[in-house]
């Protein structure tokens, strides 16, 4: 059975790659850093849908923490799916600040370097030893690494970094036969940096090819396709799902 964690999976694009993929059959760990409610409310819709789904705690921003998280996986997996590895890792976890250069403050630039490639560094490396061969990892970053959006400098430099690693990561991996890919959402309806009032939400719609910004879900589909065998030649790209944001 493939088996799934996915940080920051309670709310928004993670909580819709944790549907996705349970409605593919995986069973499900999903990550939460302090609203225990709203991830037990994506277990039970899973659970209710017939699969199986995890919720764990986890700050992705501490590194110190990563040791003892992955031994909560290990137990979850010798509990819940005997003898399971986990098939597939997405580093989706993350929060948006949106604050010109001018103003960004060392602890913010901090925060944001933490939760956005830091963690997803070495939470991969602590997770490596019990991905199963032919596993996929999928990083979540930003169609802002491409398109320059005042306020948001080291969100996306920190995302561009990612899809740089992303890279890296399926160089090493790739001989223990484990993809490694990217997506990068566009405009998207969520929750993220205080979500969209009406003005904003039209004028990104009026710069998408599709003429409107992105649900949760049309991310979610495309994470659990790269997840899959249907995407098992696919290693080291990124995908940009954004409707054709600024073409």
Not at 211 to 216: D, H, I, S, T, Y
Request: with cysteine; hydrophobic share 45%; net charge neutral.
């Amino acid at each position: 059975m493939s088996i799934t964690l996915i940080t920051g999976g309670s709310r928004g694009i993670g909580a819709s790659i944790a549907l996705a993929c349970a409605r593919r059959g995986h069973g499900v760990i999903l990550t939460y850093q302090q609203n225990v409610e709203a991830a037990d409310a994506v277990v039970r819709q899973i659970a209710n849908a017939g699969g199986r789904a995890i919720a764990l705690p986890l700050d992705v921003g501490r590194v110190q923490s990563f040791a003892g998280f992955r031994a909560d996986v290990e137990r979850v997996l010798a509990t819940e799916w005997p003898a399971g590895q986990l098939s597939g890792l997405v580093n989706n976890a993350g929060y948006g600040l949106f604050n010109p250069i001018a103003t960004v403050s060392e602890a913010q630039f901090d925060g944001l370097f933490n939760v956005h490639l830091k963690g997803p560094f070495f939470l991969t490396q602590a997770l490596l030893p019990l991905l199963a061969p032919q596993a996929a990892i999928v990083n979540i970053t930003s169609a802002t690494t491409r398109v320059a959006t005042v306020g948001v400098a080291p969100y996306a430099s920190f995302k561009g970094g990612l899809e740089v690693l992303t890279r890296y990561m399926a160089k090493e991996f790739g001989p223990q036969g484990i993809r490694v890919n990217s997506v990068s959402p566009g405009p998207i309806r969520t929750e993220l940096g205080g979500g969209l009032d009406a003005a904003f939400e039209t004028a990104l719609a009026s710069q998408t090819a599709l003429g409107r910004v992105g649900e949760p879900d049309e991310v979610g589909s495309v994470v659990a396709s790269l997840l899959s065998s249907d995407s098992g030649w696919v290693t080291a790209q990124n995908i940009e799902v954004s409707g054709g944001y600024v073409i």
